[in-house]
């Protein structure tokens, strides 16, 4: 079946770095936009970056741009974040979702790994 596995969030000072990955089976990765998302408490869940299925096409939220960078790796099905300059306004649980370039069907949400900044 279809699976998302994120993994790579923790606790960081501000100013720090992190890197996610999302480790991805079931489905044809190499087919599918994938994108970053996260949600704080309280607030909805928001688009924090795409890459497309060959990886050279990215768009960013303005809040994250020059201070993330989204990238993936098609043999091995997984997509990453790398997260410079974290802020306190970055905490969140953040999920990565596919979304196939032929329908425009989106995959499940994996479970999210969480990442707090914080002093």
């Known amino acids: 079946q279809v699976q998302l596995v994120e993994s790579g969030g923790g606790l960081v000072q501000p100013g720090g770095s992190l890197r996610l990955s999302c480790t991805t089976s079931?489905?044809?990765?190499?087919?599918?936009?994938m994108g970053w998302y996260r949600q704080a408490p309280g607030k909805e869940r928001e688009l924090v970056a795409t890459?497309?299925?060959?990886?050279?096409?990215?768009n960013y939220a303005d809040s994250v741009k020059g201070r993330f960078t989204i990238s993936r790796d098609n043999a091995k099905k997984t997509v990453y974040l790398q997260m410079n300059s974290l802020k306190s306004e970055d905490t969140a649980v953040y999920y990565c979702?596919?979304?196939?370039?032929?329908?425009?069907?989106?995959?499940?949400w994996g479970q999210g790994t969480q990442v707090t900044v914080s002093s």
């Open positions: 079931g489905f044809l990765f190499s087919n599918y936009l």
């Open positions: 890459i497309n299925s060959a990886g050279g096409s990215t």
């Open positions: 979702q596919g979304q196939a370039n032929w329908s425009g069907s989106r995959t499940p």
